[in-house]
C-alpha cells in the first residue's frame, strides 16, 4: 500500500483537490489492483468490512430521464432500494449504469467517491458507519481509499441519514 501521490492518476488527484478544499482529515492510500471488493478493501486496510463506505450511484426516474441519488453505505450493508426509494421520497431506485455513473460523478465504478463530482449528487448516508471510528470510502479510483470519520463525511457531503436495509 502506498500513501505517496508522486504519479498520480488523474482521477485521484481530482480527488485530492477537492478532499484538501474541504478539509479532509485522513489520509489517501492507493491500495493493489486484486482489491475491488469490500471485504478485500477492509481485509488490506486491516479494518471491519462495516467500516468500508460503499459509494452507490442510484438512478431516480424523472420525467427528463433520472435523477443521481447516492448512498453511503457500511460495506456490511446491503441497500434495501423499495425501503431507500420511499425514505428519500421517489417511486424507485435503480442502480445505475456505468455511463450515468461516469456522467454524473465523473469517476468510475467501483471508485466513486463521496465527493469531487462535476455537479452536487443528493447523497445519503447509513447511520450504521456512525459505529467506526475510522471510516474508509473511495478516492476516485477504484483502487484509492482515504480514511474519515462519520461526522466529517456526513458534513463534507451534506448527507441525510437513512436506514439503509
Known amino acids: ?3 505517496e501521490p508522486a504519479a498520480e492518476h488523474p482521477s485521484i488527484a ?3 483537490n477537492r478532499w484538501t478544499e474541504l478539509g479532509g482529515t485522513g489520509r489517501i492510500v492507493v491500495l493493489p489492483d486484486s482489491v475491488h471488493t469490500a471485504a478485500l478493501a477492509a481485509e488490506a486496510l486491516g479494518c471491519e468490512v462495516g467500516a468500508i463506505a460503499n459509494s452507490l450511484l442510484f438512478t431516480a ?5 433520472g435523477e ?7 460495506g456490511a450493508h446491503r441497500v434495501d432500494t423499495d425501503k431507500a426509494a420511499a425514505l428519500i421520497g421517489v417511486p424507485e431506485l435503480r442502480r445505475a449504469k456505468p455511463e450515468f455513473v461516469k456522467e454524473h460523478t465523473g469517476q468510475v465504478i467501483g471508485g466513486v467517491s463521496p465527493i469531487a463530482h462535476p455537479a452536487p449528487v443528493r447523497t445519503f448516508l447509513d447511520p450504521a458507519l456512525e459505529h467506526y471510528p475510522v471510516v474508509w470510502a473511495a478516492a476516485g479510483h477504484p483502487a484509492a481509499v482515504y480514511s474519515t470519520t462519520y461526522a466529517e463525511l456526513r458534513t463534507m457531503t451534506g448527507a441525510i441519514e437513512i436506514e439503509v436495509n
Open 61 to 65: 426516474p424523472t420525467e427528463t430521464g
Open 14 to 16: 481530482h480527488f485530492r
Open 68 to 74: 443521481p441519488i447516492l448512498i453511503l453505505t457500511s
Open 1 to 3: 500500500m502506498s500513501s
